[in-house]
């Protein structure tokens, strides 16, 4: 029973891992294209936003495939493992207000997902008694 459960922990933490940084890119590029076709530079302080929307995307787009607690769990801790990685990059830092956006998007991104299943429940529920 335990040995499953982490297997599946440890496959979700993964998946998450996989699918990050193409998510990630696609929001670059969109920023990017939004800053070169408006000649502007993209502002440092738009990166906690851009972290917080692709850790929201990736939590509804994984929350059917492996569940609320595995997908916040990977998401929490890759967020996590990123900011720590960044200490190895020469001239980059890790960012507490980039781990806060990412872990608000998770949990933002799970409490609307857990909110709208329970309102489809509870009229799934009602129609069926009527």
Not at 66 to 83: D, K, Q, T
Request: charged content about 10%; overall charge negative; some cysteine.
């Amino acid at each position: 029973m335990f040995r499953s459960r982490l297997i599946e922990i440890l496959k979700s933490f993964l998946v998450s891992i996989a699918i990050y940084p193409v998510v990630l890119v696609g929001v670059w590029g969109l920023i990017a294209l939004g800053s070169f076709a408006s000649d502007m530079h993209m502002p440092t302080d738009t990166m906690p936003l851009v972290y917080g929307l692709v850790f929201a995307v990736l939590t509804v787009a994984l929350i059917d495939i492996l569940g609320v607690a595995s997908v916040v769990l990977a998401l929490v801790s890759s967020a996590n493992l990123i900011e720590y990685a960044q200490m190895l990059v020469p001239g980059r830092e890790p960012s507490a207000v980039d781990f806060i956006a990412g872990l608000g998007g998770v949990i933002l991104a799970a409490t609307l997902v857990c909110a709208a299943r329970s309102l489809v429940e509870r009229q799934s529920g009602g129609n069926a008694a009527a």
